[in-house]
């Protein structure tokens, strides 16, 4: 059994910043991509950014340059700092993981979401 639980999201004022953490535990044997994604109101889930257990980075262009993605694998634990929050970036952040657990099963597991709203 895996567990993804996310933490830091919050109400903040446009041009402000919040960072989001995000720890996996449970039954895991290797964590390969950790992520962030968000689905605001109406809309669809969308990929924020990802990286690799190699540390690779990738980022949607509407966070490029103000949000930046981190992980700490000791502790199996994906962060995402955002800076210059706009408004349009308000919507419910989901982190994301694709592991390999004890039993040699490949998995791909969800958060239960953090809420973050921009606004004066």
């Known amino acids: 059994q895996v567990q993804l639980v996310e933490s830091g999201g919050g109400l903040v004022q446009p041009g402000g910043s919040l960072r989001l953490s995000c720890a996996a535990s449970?039954?895991?044997?290797?964590?390969?991509?950790m992520g962030w994604y968000r689905q605001a109101p109406g809309k669809q889930r969308e990929l924020v950014a990802t990286i690799s257990s190699a540390g690779r980075t990738n980022y949607a262009d509407s966070v490029k340059g103000r949000f930046t993605i981190s992980r700490d694998n000791a502790k199996n634990t994906v962060y995402l700092q955002m800076n210059s929050l706009k408004p349009e970036d308000t919507a419910v952040y989901y982190c994301n993981a694709g592991l390999l657990t004890m039993n040699y099963a490949h998995g791909n597991y969800w958060g239960q979401g953090t809420q973050v709203t921009v606004s004066s």
């Open positions: 449970g039954s895991i044997r290797s964590i390969f991509v």
